[in-house]
Each structure stands twice: as structure tokens, then as C-alpha cells.
């Protein structure tokens, strides 16, 4: 499950399978939620198929991946029935939750379909054989997916503040006796006293400075770093059997700090979403009727190179992660 959120979560593209009408589910609860037609399913064929081809060659789907147990084929095709599991319970998940796209939302939606559909190329049309309102549809499917996630891991955002994301700067000093790193103390109280003078020529570590981000592995270590103002020098700390002095150079990165709060939402956003997408995973456990996953030719479609969905979903619903 895990791995079925992270793929939707930062919307990487993959593929689905076709059939005459589209893809078929091993249960009936489907039936809440509109299935998935024989065209939106090429989009996303062709997205994956171009995406890896583009990189590595068509050659790449000869290759074995992993283990080397599985043909990458096989491999590729594996996440991407993962996907289209996932994205049919999410719009099952919409309809529960009362999940209904703006009037703003569904006008975007129309003209990044209508973008996109008109960057396709004649070979890209005859390996998709999509109608514009195919497009539409898998724009509307991936954007209700996003909708869901938001709605599922809505209370992160409110949990975490600025000051638990906080990234500074300091320089250090390390010693292996506590009494070298006290009598030095008392020379860094002298006016004028260099610290990172002392840093090059007494400390053990060639480096001088360090970011410490709060939450990280040294914030554990050193939490009282984390309330110290810029300029100030910290009394002797231990960890094991070396002794450290530091010194404030930034009590507050902001961008960095940013950056450390995105990534902390990110992981608390995660988290929440599985707790509460438990239950519907749970309730509905879609399956993909596999027989629709043995006959698909990633080798067909030699000059269609349609690569643009995820661009230009994200240029009219871009990443907003505050």
C-alpha cells in the first residue's frame, strides 16, 4: 500500500491496459465510479511507454530489472496495475467523501485537455486512438486522485509549525579530553577570540561548519543548539567519548527551514493519508481483472512520443505544499 501511494502521491505517470470497452474489476462495487474507456487507458499507456523509451531505448523492454527475475515488461507492468487499482479505489473513496470538482476546477481541466489532445501527433493518435473526451477524463481521474489525497491528509498542515522545521548554521569545535575543551572555553570569552581560528588549528574534525536541521540525527544529539541566538558559543557537549563546542552562525535559515517544513509535511502528509486510506483499500479491494494484463506490445507505437500529461497538469494545478 505503501508503495501504491507514493507513485500517486508524486503522480508519476504510468500505464493501463486495454480492452474493447476499457479496464474490468474483479467485484461490482466498481459500479459507483465510472470505469476506465479503452482511450483514457492508452494515455496512460503511451505516457509510461514514452517515458522510459525516451530515456533508455526501446531496447529496454527486452532487459530484466530487479532481481533479474522479472522481464522490466513485467516489472513495469506490475506498478502500473498497483496504479490503476489505487486510482479506482480513490474515485470510489471521492464519491464517499462527497468529493465534487469547482465549476473552476473542471474549466482547467478542459483546457489542459484540449492542450493536450491537440500536441498529439498523427502516430501519437494512432497508437492512443483517444477522443478529446478521453483526455478529459483521465485529467479529471488523476486530478480527483490528488483531491482525495489532500482531503485524506488534510490535518498535517495544521500540525506543523516553522520553529520544528528550524535549520541553522553553526561552526564546532571537537576534542577527545573535556578538560582541552573547557580551558579553551575560556579563551573563546576573551574579546576578540576567534572561533573559527580555534576550529582550523585545535579541533579534530577538518570541517568547521555544519547545517543541523531539527528533527535529524544531530538535533537529537545537540537539541539546546536549537535555542541559542547567533554569535553565542555553547557550553561543552558530549557524545560518546568526544567532547564539542559550537558556535551560532544562524539561529534561522529561512529557506532552508522552508525547504525542511515541505519535506517534514511530505512525510506527515504520507503517514496520515495511510492511516485513513486503510479503510477504503480495505472496503473496496479493487482488483483489475488480470486476464487485461497479458497481451499488451510496449514495442508498438515506434514514433508516437507523447510525454506531456504530467507538465501540463501541473501548469494549471501546480504542487502547492504549504
Known amino acids: 500500500m505503501k508503495k501504491k501511494f507514493i507513485i500517486l502521491l508524486n503522480l508519476l505517470l504510468t500505464f493501463t491496459i486495454i480492452s474493447c470497452k476499457g479496464i474490468e474489476f474483479e467485484n461490482q462495487k466498481i459500479a459507483k465510479a465510472e470505469e476506465f474507456s479503452r482511450g483514457e487507458a492508452m494515455i496512460f499507456v503511451a505516457e509510461e511507454k514514452n517515458k522510459y523509451e525516451n530515456r533508455f531505448g526501446q531496447s529496454i523492454w527486452d532487459l530484466k530489472s530487479g532481481d533479474g527475475n522479472l522481464y522490466f515488461r513485467d516489472y513495469v507492468v506490475s506498478i502500473t496495475k498497483s496504479f490503476i487499482e489505487t486510482l479506482m479505489t480513490l474515485k470510489l473513496t471521492a464519491v464517499d467523501l462527497n468529493i465534487i470538482l469547482s465549476t473552476a476546477d473542471e474549466e482547467k481541466l478542459r483546457l489542459a485537455s484540449t492542450e493536450y489532445f491537440q500536441t498529439l501527433t498523427k502516430k501519437d493518435l494512432e497508437f492512443i486512438n483517444c ?124 529557506e532552508e527551514t522552508e525547504e525542511r517544513r515541505i519535506e517534514l509535511l511530505k512525510v506527515m502528509k504520507n503517514n496520515e493519508f495511510e492511516e485513513n486510506y486503510k479503510k477504503y483499500d480495505e472496503q473496496y479491494n479493487i482488483k483489475s481483472n488480470s486476464t487485461y494484463w497479458k497481451n499488451i506490445n510496449l514495442k508498438d507505437g515506434l514514433e508516437c512520443n507523447a510525454e506531456n500529461f504530467e507538465l501540463i497538469y501541473y501548469k494549471y494545478f501546480p504542487k502547492n505544499i504549504k
Open 131 to 254: 477522443e478529446e473526451l478521453d483526455v478529459y477524463n483521465a485529467f479529471k481521474d488523476y486530478h480527483t486522485a490528488r483531491l482525495v489525497i489532500d482531503n485524506l491528509s488534510k490535518n498535517a498542515s495544521t500540525e506543523l509549525s516553522v520553529s520544528e522545521a528550524k535549520v541553522i548554521k553553526v561552526q564546532y569545535i571537537v576534542f577527545e579530553k573535556e578538560e582541552t575543551a573547557q580551558k579553551l572555553i575560556e579563551q573563546l570569552k576573551a574579546k576578540g577570540a576567534n572561533f573559527a581560528y580555534y576550529a582550523k588549528t585545535r579541533s579534530l574534525d577538518t570541517e568547521i561548519e555544519m547545517i543541523i536541521k531539527r528533527g535529524d540525527e544531530l538535533s537529537t544529539r545537540f537539541p539546546e543548539l536549537f535555542y541559542m541566538s547567533k554569535g553565542q558559543t555553547s557550553k561543552v557537549l558530549q557524545f560518546k567519548n568526544k567532547y564539542y563546542i559550537f558556535k551560532c552562525v544562524d539561529d534561522y535559515l529561512e
